[in-house]
């Protein structure tokens, strides 16, 4: 039933959309906002979007008369809108004191690690690879953006404000392209 190279393709498959790594600058500024970041829940909540949505997910879309593409739409305006935020140094999204408690919902789990892009992935996933080695492989991925989150603070700690002030123009540069792109394959 498991299959090693099924289980390494939907790894590097879901590793390479997902881009926790990525992500972090947008995971640094959220950090700086709300003073912490609950690895441990950001990770826990991805991991049932993602298994939710194995299983579900078209179900789901198809009760709300959502379809994948607008989902994908949607999710892509969200990370326009981050990339944005990255770019020109302003806050689209504020924090708030009654709220801080969902930053590890929005925007971590979605749509940072398990977006639209994610979720699009997984229901192509489910029509190629047997359901337990995609388990294996949100597991493994599950594992590397835990590790991901916790060490954050380290990691920009080792680039400093310079290096993270980089990262942060050029993944939001990133992140409004892949939002475009998007879009643009979803109309």
Known sequence: ML?????ISVTLILFSVIDVVGSLPVIIDLRKKTGKIESEKATLASALLM????FVGESILKLFGVDVSS???AGALIIFLLGLEMILGRNIFKADDHGAGATHIVPIAFPLIAGAGTMTTILSLKAEYATANILVGILINLVLI???LK???WIENRLGPGGI??????FGIILLAISIKLIKSNF
Request: proline letters at 0%; aromatic letters at 16%.
């Open 146 to 148: 835990y590790a991901v």
């Open 3 to 7: 299959n090693f190279k099924e289980i």
């Open 165 to 170: 002030n980089i990262l942060r123009k050029v």
């Open 71 to 73: 989902f994908a739409v």
């Open 51 to 54: 298994v939710a949505f194995l």
């Open 151 to 153: 060490s954050s603070a």
